[in-house]
């Protein structure tokens, strides 16, 4: 596990746009190059954050994945200093080896040299991997975003 160095830049913006779509709801489907644009975006947004900390992870002497963790955006509601996950990703090969777990730890660790009480992310109802990640990991569901169809926009 390490910091980001500016030569990763490709390897993060390629597997976030390639894993952007498993943060898509169901409730919300947009196309793959919707999904790829925002994680873009978010990348953008990222990386103009002072308090960004971008991590790697390597298995196998290859980039296995990616972690965004903002250190400087407090809890909307609360106000509270906090780290939030902004994206996570890990490459296909590499899922399921651990890499996800201690990429969840290394942003922990950041945060507590931050300073920081509270680990924070968001997560897709949809997206069971990751939430059997998170729960292992003793993230607790703190919100629920509800969300009701309205019209179908035709």
Excluded: W
Aim: charged share 20%.
């Amino acid at each position: 596990m390490r910091r980001a160095a500016p030569d990763d830049e490709r390897f993060i913006t390629a597997l976030g746009a390639a894993c952007a779509a498993s943060s898509v709801s169901q409730v919300r489907p947009i196309p793959t190059a919707t999904a790829a644009q925002s994680f873009r975006h978010l990348r953008m947004f990222c990386r103009e954050r002072p308090g960004t900390v971008d991590l790697i992870a390597a298995a196998d002497g290859e980039r296995a994945g990616f972690l965004l963790l903002l250190t400087d955006v407090p809890d909307e509601v609360t106000q509270q200093q906090q780290a939030f996950v902004a994206f996570m990703a890990v490459a296909e090969p590499f899922r399921r080896m651990g890499v996800g777990g201690a990429l969840l730890a290394a942003a922990q660790t950041e945060a507590e040299r931050f300073g920081l009480t509270h680990l924070s992310l968001m997560v897709s109802a949809d997206n069971a991997a990751a939430r059997s990640l998170y729960a292992a990991h003793e993230f607790a569901e703190e919100r629920l975003l509800l969300t009701k169809i309205v019209s179908t926009g035709a």
